[in-house]
């Protein structure tokens, strides 16, 4: 994949978990600003994703830790432990707001 490609669904795949977040029904803030996607939550935490165009990955980093993911066959995949993006980040955003979430790509 060239830079050109990476940045194309980089950016779609942030602008998908902003339209995830509009349609969970539960009370997240998000801001996106030149790559960077943060997603607050009400008790004050965060969850943070961030495009690397140099490594072609999304790095996203929890109250808990964080993940590298890489694009492959169409979807992203953690570095480290395979999962996908968006169940991690369903299961995610539900430790963080402490209520189940589901989030999915339209």
């Excluded at 996607?37 to 830790?65: C, D, M, R, S």
Aim: aromatic letters at 10%; charged letters at 25%; proline letters at 1%.
């Amino acid at each position: 994949m060239n830079d050109s490609q990476y940045n194309q669904i980089a950016d779609e795949l942030l602008l998908a978990v902003e339209e995830a977040i509009e349609d969970c029904g539960v009370d997240i803030d998000f801001e996106g600003v030149s790559g960077l996607l943060t997603l607050t939550f009400l008790n004050g935490t965060k969850i943070i994703l961030n495009k690397q165009g140099p490594l072609h990955e999304i790095w996203v980093a929890t109250k808990f830790n964080g993940h590298h993911f890489e694009h492959k066959q169409g979807q992203w995949f953690d570095k480290r432990s395979g999962d996908e993006f968006w169940q991690f980040m369903s299961t995610s955003a539900s430790r963080q707001a402490d209520t189940e979430i589901t989030l999915t790509a339209q």
